[in-house]
């Protein structure tokens, strides 16, 4: 019999994160608990492998993010790369370092953001570690699974095809200016749901797979200024974007004194984790103006030189600049 040591003890309270393995479980055999998982393939699909960091003091706040948001949005910016391939997301795995004075309510508040995103996004907990560290970090790894030969992948975009944008651009970026500008938080302001509890477009990404409409697609995580760009070097094309398309945020009256530019939002805000992709002509007609409530807009179209433009509102042509999220850009 396992010790009751410390750590003994936080894996327990982490592993009833995580299902008892069942049918249910996409094939999970064994989960958490062993020195590795066990999953079955399933016939007829192709394996998305995916992992993402969420660093404090780099992706949240100790002071400013509940614990239950970052819980949340660890699983589910991890999971946004299954859904930016037409996939659905299996199992994931976790790493978490963590200082000791963190294992009480904040880890149980963690844990409960946590779960409740393993439970919406049918992605149960498969394993991982922990270990002690003098800050929080976060190590997500998602299995998950597309039909074989139906994963959209960025170099499918060919000139001439519709770029579009699911939601609205910006509204993460609001959120967090919001929440930086405030000494008291509350996890049920509206403002603040798209920066705290980001939702993956799973049901979007694999109907646009499974109807082969995407030709290209990609997760926007770093700013559409950022993210583009690589896109159309995946594809070796270029693009044309026009700024009035562009599904910018709203700003509230109380953020007007801040001079605050919708536009600059939309284009290098991150953490939106909408949905950037291609549509050929042939197809355009079928994509509708929303889907399951999320809209669909087209912004551009793929050019076959190199470059990088946008229509600006006031009727000049400049290039993109890249100028959304960067780790190592210097500050």
């Known amino acids: 019999m396992a010790r009751n040591t410390p750590e003994n003890e936080l894996i327990r309270r982490i592993r009833a994160v995580g299902p008892k393995p069942t049918s249910r479980n996409f094939g999970m055999r064994l989960g958490i608990g062993d020195d590795a998982a066990l999953l079955t393939p399933r016939p007829g699909y192709e394996t998305i492998l995916t992992c993402d960091w969420s660093l404090e003091e780099t992706h949240f706040l100790r002071d400013k993010h509940p614990a239950d948001s970052i819980g949340w949005k660890c699983l589910a910016r991890a999971v946004s790369d299954v859904a930016a391939m037409g996939g659905e997301p299996r199992c994931f795995l976790m790493s ?114 499974d109807n082969r409409i995407a030709t290209a697609m990609m997760d926007l995580s770093d700013g559409l200024s950022t993210d583009l760009p690589r896109l159309c070097a995946a594809s070796k094309v270029g693009t044309h974007l026009n700024a009035a398309s562009i599904p910018t945020v709203r700003i509230p009256s109380r953020h007007g004194a801040r ?53 600006h509102l006031d009727g000049h042509e400049a290039n993109l600049r890249p100028a959304g999220w960067d780790p190592f850009k210097k500050q």
């Not at 807009?297 to 190199?306: F, L, M, P, V």
């Open 96 to 209: 978490l370092a963590l200082p000791r004075d963190l294992t009480g309510s904040w880890l149980s508040e963690f844990l409960g953001g946590l779960r409740r995103a393993s439970r919406e996004l049918h992605c149960p907990l498969a394993g991982g570690d922990t270990t002690r560290h003098s800050k929080v970090l976060i190590n997500i790894t998602v299995v998950g699974e597309v039909r074989a030969g139906r994963a959209v992948l960025r170099s499918g975009a060919r000139p001439g095809d519709m770029l579009c944008v699911s939601g609205r651009l910006g509204e993460a970026d609001l959120g967090l200016q919001r929440l930086r500008s405030q000494n008291r938080i509350s996890k049920n302001d509206p403002a603040l749901k798209k920066h705290l509890y980001p939702e993956p477009r799973i049901a979007l990404g694999r109907w646009l797979a």
């Open 259 to 311: 001079n605050i530019d919708s536009l600059s939002l939309a284009l290098n805000g991150g953490d939106d984790y909408e949905l950037l992709f291609t549509v050929s002509p042939g197809k355009a007609r079928r994509l509708p103006p929303t889907f399951q409530g999320v809209p669909l807009t087209a912004i551009g179209e793929i050019t076959r030189d190199r470059h990088l433009t946008m229509l």
